[in-house]
């Protein structure tokens, strides 16, 4: 696998950046990973990687661009506050332009040679629906525990991908109330996969966090790749 940072054109006419990693081929569907509240770490680069190893070609944005451009924190009590605060500072809907922008950028390079997809985690899981819901390119979307994602369920009107959400029952960031308004939302469509991961806190797939729980996250990964492969096909 090969990787380098690349830039990318919002929707805005702006130009940020992103980290783009190649699958051993060289070419494959294009996936745009979207980052936590850390940035685009060396815990996101290595899923870019993991995903570039499973045949996609995946482009990771800089979310945070406009606050700390390419900005890479820790999950410790001296990052932590400050990922938050970048989280509360972010302008979602320049957010979701700029992963609209992403989105057609990563559909021009050569490399990529089918449809797209979306995957995000917790602040990145609710961009990924976002993006799913304004990008017509965008042929599924990942969710994995998405913040705040019952806020955003009026863009299901214009949501046409399927898409997969990933909870963890343990979460107390996102309650069942929560992930009863995604079920209320998008539950009857036949498209829409949520599971929940019943002994899984939030942030289980990172293992950079003590939350990580690696059953959880090898069913997860298994079952996101099914469904990519059933909708990227």
């Not at 045949?55 to 890479?72: H, K, M, N, T, Y």
């Not at 525990?145 to 959400?165: E, K, R």
């Not at 949520?194 to 002994?199: F, L, P, T």
Request: hydrophobic share 40%; aromatic share 10%; net charge negative.
């Amino acid at each position: 696998m090969t990787s380098r940072w690349i830039d990318i054109t919002s929707t805005t006419g702006e130009t940020y950046t992103g980290y783009l990693s190649l699958p051993p081929t060289g070419k494959g569907p294009g996936l745009v990973l979207i980052q936590e509240i850390w940035g685009v770490n060396e815990h996101i680069r290595t899923v870019a990687d993991q995903y570039a190893a499973d045949g996609f070609v995946v482009l990771a944005p800089d979310v945070f661009w406009r606050q700390s451009p390419r900005i890479e924190l820790k999950y410790d009590d001296v990052d932590t506050p400050k990922a938050f605060g970048h989280m509360q500072a972010l302008d979602q809907p320049a957010a979701v332009k700029d992963l609209v922008g992403a989105v057609n950028t990563l559909k021009a390079l050569p490399e990529v040679t089918g449809k797209i997809a979306t995957v995000g985690y917790c602040m990145g899981g609710r961009l990924s629906y976002l993006t799913a819901a304004n990008s017509p390119d965008v042929a599924a979307g990942v969710a994995y525990y998405p913040g705040a994602i019952n806020t955003v369920m009026d863009q299901a009107a214009t949501l046409t991908a399927p898409v997969q959400f990933h909870f963890g029952g343990l979460d107390t960031y996102i309650t069942h109330a929560v992930r009863e308004a995604v079920i209320d939302t998008l539950g009857d469509r036949d498209e829409t996969e949520i599971y929940v991961y019943e002994n899984a806190d939030h942030g289980f797939n990172c293992w950079g966090r003590a939350m990580y729980n690696q059953n959880a996250a090898l069913l997860a990964h298994g079952r996101t790749l099914q469904f990519l492969a059933e909708h990227l096909a």
